[in-house]
């Protein structure tokens, strides 16, 4: 996704959450994960395609609605969506792991955690994982 896609759903974002939440309660480590997961979205326009199990046809959902409201009580109810479903309720503990400081993979403390570089940073805030787990899912196959 292009960054002005990117940054005009962020702004949306966060001014939802300013409302709803305050200001001083906008977790900006969520923030960033956030961006990241956008910038590796093929969906340029941020539209997502999501496919209604009931009926088989596909609608376009704007993302800002997915990331801002959820699937329940909002705009999205009215798109029966399995598949989406499950894969939030699916991750929400991983989620719940990085808000303790706790690598989602082994759950081991990673408040205080070191890494070999920058990269290794960086993906720990976009993922959580701490550097053995990092090591152990990005080990290069011989």
């Not at 962020?10 to 960033?32: H, T």
């Not at 997915?66 to 029966?80: Q, R």
């Not at 400081?101 to 070191?114: H, R």
Request: glycine share 6%.
């Amino acid at each position: 996704m292009n960054e002005q896609k990117i940054n005009e759903i962020m702004s949306k974002a966060v001014k939802y959450w300013e409302i709803k939440y305050g200001r001083e309660n906008i977790d900006l480590q969520v923030c960033n994960g956030l961006k990241n997961v956008l910038e590796l979205s093929p969906h340029e326009d941020g539209i997502m395609p999501v496919e209604n199990m009931d009926t088989g046809k596909t609608h376009l959902v704007p993302m800002i609605d997915i990331i801002v409201k959820g699937i329940k009580g909002s705009e999205l109810d009215k798109y029966p969506v399995k598949r989406i479903g499950e894969t939030i309720k699916a991750v929400e503990p991983f989620f719940e792991l990085r808000k303790q400081n706790k690598c989602p993979f082994c759950k081991k403390d990673t408040e205080n955690a070191e890494f070999d570089n920058s990269l290794s940073r960086r993906e720990f805030e976009i993922s959580g994982l701490c550097q053995n787990c990092q090591n152990e899912t990005f080990k290069e196959e011989k």
